[in-house]
């Protein structure tokens, strides 16, 4: 693994008496692509502004490379940013955006204020112009670009600067699906051929697991859980962590004991342990992991109370004894029908009792809650109120 | 019908604009009047633009105004600008109670600000004048000034307070509008906060920031009453010098120059709007259009390689500036210099030229608008005039208050040519602290055209024969005076009863509607166009009306009238006391006195100037002065007799005069 690049320690932002970010802990390793995800005012985008300089917390410290740099300004470190609608240049056209930054003066090792040479500028934004696939756009106004050429001029912007560290504001938010999906890829190779670290805010889940190394779930101002995608997808350690990646059912359970938890009165065979004997806990069950079977052989039994189809499976809605479930299934039920599940002990996650037990589970309230999670326009997080437009 | 519909909303548009841009219209047209009249056409002539360039008066307040106008757009801009900028920092509520706090002086009385404006600096003056003394009698290295007063200074600080507001105005949309995140790109990118400023801010707020000096630019050129209140005696704007103008009468001359100032005003906002629409159409055309050759130089100027040439030009033109600025303060600071005020249109601008090039003093001429304003504004403190020609009621208050000098009449030699009757006059018993400039009557001017018999009588004004036709003196002193007059009373009567049964003279009158209305200035306009039958005024103003309406007489009734004296008088503590000695006895002298009396057709109390004037008359015009008009011009000693001269009431006596006054107004 790679030596650990930025370092947040116990940084808290508050603004007034609101507090904001809570006692961040985070590493960020060198060349790693790490995801902020989170719902909005999560506290993702307060975050990365950290990161970038353009907020100082309230108290810990931002060490990059081991040094402090809390009270270091923006334009002196040696970190680029890809901002939320891009922020381009309206009055330069796409060359001079990217050039933008090279034409700075910097200041030499012996103080001196360097200029780089029109040559050089010259070569390394037609060298960015190729890399973000814009050869012959350089006289254009940005203002002619379409959302996903914009976007390339942003990262290469960024890039041309040759930063360790490349942020990224929820870059992909205003394009349309599958502009998204060709962006993901194209970043995912952008950040392998440039060798360097991405951090990348998102409150879209699919897109965290998809492109990162690292996710960072976020919620309330506070670091929910951090790992790899699957970790955090297979392992998650509450109830908010599951709710918040993919689909899950999750149901209040009892540890009798180590591998076996018990759930409506019945037991099932788990891989977890390392519970008090009878501890009440959060179970998670994924929908894909539900297998039907015939109403008596089943571990459980419901009924079937709504279908959806979705292409590749059915989205089936089943009442156990009151309380709905989530199951994905290739096989039809049809509504009204009584069905048996069973579940592989591989397939039940138990987590320990968390502030967020009880808040998600029950898709008798599916439908809102399953749209406002898959809502990808849904407003991102922002300091000052969104109401300057 | 619905065409019919259309023509109906199209004729009223038309008379919409009608009414809204007749007067001006009317106004250019009668700039170009070969006349002197504002409602008698005589044909087509430039001859007021011709004058208007001759007028120092008129080109000394232009240049004030540019200057601070130019001066106070400049500061404003850069200061708003920042202000809005510092603005948009803070958070959203407080960001909108400050916009509201910066909206109230724009929605403010302009009055109110000016007055307050005044209030202040005068105020702040006495504070710095007690701090200074202090300050001058405990170290003796620096000697700072301790007497300050309205002047320039105060006036473009003015000027900058109440153009701020414009610029934030115009600038906030502008950063409304800005993506936010284009400060932190910049930043991010590697630029210092300032350099961002520069780089990226800019670019994006200039529209509004050019449009804010712009409109900045226009309120200061406009602006007259902050003016009014804080430019003090030494500086006087160009809507300043306009209003004095108007004292008299409205000039085509003043015609001339508000058509100047309309037009540049106009100028000016086409100017901002065309840029906006060019700016729209650059946008939605984007790089389909070719640049043109003006803009390909522009590009080309704008690239990095000419930054040296840029900077150079910029510096050039910066240093060019300050120093003219300084040279002319230079210039203005190290003369020395008389600060008079009089009234509008009351000397032969010659004769300022004429001094400044004898005796290398500048003389700052400005202009008041009556004994009544006069008075206030020396009261307030903030005027410092040298020299003040106040009539002679007013001269009796001012030296009652000890507001007056006594003069050196050993540097007045010219004082021994003013006659004996107009020395040592009630206001100045003992003659200390006046020198005469001019004197006069008042009397009836009537229209022959429209008054078949000869008017010989006060009745004239009250008998309801010419009802509707009859125009009242909007003045108390001479329009109770008038009926004090007819009734056989003195015009100085401290007699109650006697004021008040000449007041209800005069608004029985009223009641019955025997006059047109109470008029000043108007009664040019309305006497020379025929618009009214009788009106009292002062016989060299009768005078002027007579050049353009021949119909028109003057009568001292047989009840006898007013005579006034209009005195120089130097002020306590004038700070220009040789300077100010000089100036009287220039214009004390024979030459000035018989200039003056061509100019402005008022009689000189100089003996020799008023012997001479006819000689003088025929000599300039090759023809004889018409006895008949000398003799209004200068009423002979027995008509003087008839009349008498206006003291200074007890205050008991003015402030019912004040009542009776406005109680007319209502009654």
């Not at chain 2, 200035?521 to 025929?530: L, P, R, S, Y």
């Amino acid at each position: 693994m790679s030596k650990e690049l930025i370092r947040l320690a116990d940084c808290v932002m508050a603004f007034d008496d609101e507090v904001v970010l809570d006692k961040i802990n985070l590493s960020i390793r060198d060349k790693e692509f790490l995801t902020l995800l989170g719902p909005s005012g999560c506290g993702k985008t307060t975050t990365l502004r950290i990161i970038g300089g353009f907020q100082t917390p309230t108290s810990g410290d931002v060490l990059f490379d081991g040094v402090r740099i809390n009270a270091v300004p923006p334009h002196k470190r040696t970190i680029n940013t890809v901002f939320q609608k891009y922020a381009l240049f309206p009055h330069l056209n796409v060359y001079e955006n990217i050039a933008f930054g090279l034409r700075i003066p910097k200041t030499d090792g012996k103080g001196n204020r360097v200029k780089l040479p029109e040559e050089e500028i010259d070569q390394r934004v037609m060298e960015m112009l190729e890399i973000v696939n814009l050869k012959g756009f350089e006289k254009r106004r940005t203002t002619q670009l379409s959302g996903g050429q914009q976007q390339r001029v942003a990262i290469a912007r960024a890039l041309v600067n040759r930063p360790k560290v490349l942020l990224l504001d929820e870059p992909l938010g205003a394009l349309d699906l599958k502009l998204r999906k060709d962006m993901q890829n194209e970043l995912k190779r952008i950040q392998k051929a440039m060798e360097i670290t991405f951090v990348y805010v998102t409150h879209d889940q699919e897109e965290a697991l998809a492109m990162s190394d690292t996710v960072v779930v976020m919620d309330a101002g506070r670091i929910q859980q951090i790992g790899s995608p699957e970790d955090i997808y297979n392992e998650p350690q509450n109830a908010f962590v599951a709710d918040f990646i993919g689909e899950s059912n999750i149901i209040d359970g009892i540890m009798r004991a180590d591998g076996v938890v018990e759930i409506f009165n019945r037991r099932f065979q788990c891989l977890d342990g390392g519970f008090d004997r009878d501890e009440a806990v959060d179970v998670v069950i994924r929908p894909e992991d539900v297998d039907i079977v015939p109403e008596d052989q089943g571990q459980l039994k419901g009924t079937v109370t709504s279908v959806t189809f979705k292409g590749m499976q059915y989205d089936i809605i089943v009442d156990f004894y009151g309380f709905k479930w989530l199951i994905q299934t290739t096989d039809l039920s049809p509504v009204g029908s009584r069905i048996g599940i069973k579940i592989d002990p591989d397939g039940i996650h138990v987590m320990k009792k968390s502030e967020y037990s009880g808040m998600f589970g029950d898709y008798s309230s599916y439908s809102e809650e399953y749209e406002e999670i898959s809502d990808a326009s849904l407003d991102p997080e922002e300091e000052d109120s969104g109401d300057e437009e | 019908m619905k065409k019919q519909n259309r023509l109906g909303s199209r004729l009223l548009i038309g008379l919409m604009f009608l009414f809204l841009y007749a007067p001006i219209l009317l106004l250019i047209v009668f700039s170009f009047n070969a006349g002197d009249s504002s409602a008698v056409w005589k044909g087509f002539s430039l001859h007021w633009y011709a004058r208007l360039f001759q007028n120092r008066l008129i080109m000394e307040s232009v240049y004030t105004t540019l200057l601070v106008s130019l001066l106070a757009t400049a500061i404003a801009t850069v200061a708003g600008t920042f202000a809005a900028i510092g603005l948009y920092s803070l958070g959203r509520k407080r960001r909108e109670a400050l916009l509201m706090v910066n909206n109230i002086p724009m929605m403010n009385a302009d009055i109110v600000t000016g007055v307050s404006l005044c209030l202040f600096f005068v105020a702040f003056f006495q504070g710095w004048g007690s701090f200074a003394r202090w300050f001058n009698s405990v170290q003796g290295v620096v000697e700072l000034p301790d007497r300050l007063v309205l002047g320039f200074s105060t006036l473009l600080l003015a000027h900058v307070a109440f153009n701020i507001p414009y610029v934030i105005l115009n600038v906030a949309p502008k950063l409304r509008q800005m993506d936010r995140n284009l400060m932190d790109a910049a930043q991010d990118l590697g630029c210092t906060w300032m350099r961002a400023f520069w780089q990226v801010m800019l670019p994006e707020i200039k529209p509004g920031i050019v449009s804010g000096a712009l409109i900045a630019f226009t309120m200061s050129i406009d602006d007259f009453i902050i003016s009014y209140f804080t430019a003090g005696s030494a500086s006087s704007t160009l809507a300043m010098t306009i209003y004095g103008m108007t004292k008299k009468r409205v000039t085509p001359e003043i015609n001339a120059v508000s058509t100047l100032l309309f037009l540049s005003v106009l100028v000016l906002l086409v100017l901002s709007n065309l840029k906006e629409v060019r700016a729209e159409a650059r946008e939605r055309l984007g790089a389909a259009r070719k640049p043109s050759a003006l803009e390909r130089a522009r590009l080309k100027f704008a690239e990095p390689r000419f930054k040296w040439v840029r900077r150079g030009t910029a510096g050039v033109l910066a240093c060019a500036f300050i120093f003219t600025v300084a040279a002319l303060a230079h210039a203005t600071g190290s003369r020395p210099v008389v600060n008079v005020c009089s009234w509008g249109e009351y000397i032969d601008e010659d004769l300022i030229t004429q001094f400044e090039e004898e005796t290398g003093i500048r003389v700052n001429y400005q202009t008041a608008e009556s004994n009544e304003a006069l008075y206030s504004l020396l009261k307030s403190g903030g005027a410092d005039y040298d020299v003040v020609v106040p009539s002679d009621y007013m001269i009796g208050r001012l030296i009652a208050e000890d507001m007056l000098e006594p003069l050196d009449y050993s540097q007045i030699p010219n004082f021994d040519l003013i006659d004996q009757r107009f020395r040592n006059l009630s206001y100045d018993p003992d003659n200390l602290y006046t020198v005469p400039y001019t004197w006069g009557t008042l009397g009836i001017i009537y229209n022959t055209a429209m008054v078949e018999e000869e008017i010989t009588s006060w009745s004239a004004l009250y008998d309801g024969k010419y009802a509707g036709n009859v125009l009242l003196i909007n003045n108390s002193r001479d329009a109770i005076g008038e009926a004090l007059l007819y009734l056989g009373y003195s015009v100085n009567t401290t007699d109650e009863a006697e004021i008040r049964e000449a007041y209800e003279l005069v608004a029985d009158a009223n009641r019955r509607g025997v006059f047109q209305g109470r008029v000043m200035d108007e009664v040019f306009q309305k006497m020379e166009g025929g618009n009214a039958a009788i009106a009292t005024y002062y016989a060299g103003d009768y005078l002027s009306m007579l050049e353009n309406n021949e119909d028109l007489a003057f009568v001292i009734p047989e009840e006898g009238s007013n005579w006034f004296v209009d005195a120089m008088c130097m002020l306590k503590d004038a700070p220009h006391q040789r300077e100010a000695h000089m100036w009287i006895n220039f214009i004390a002298s024979t030459q000035a006195n018989l200039a003056n009396m061509d100019y402005i057709w008022y009689a000189s109390p100089n003996r020799e100037a008023l012997e001479r004037y006819p000689a003088y008359y025929e000599e300039l015009y090759g023809e004889e002065l018409d006895p008949e008009l000398y003799e209004i011009m200068a009423a002979p000693a027995e008509t003087l007799e008839r009349c008498e001269a206006y003291l200074n009431l007890p205050a008991k006596t003015l402030s019912l005069y004040n009542t009776l006054w406005t109680q007319l107004g209502t009654d």
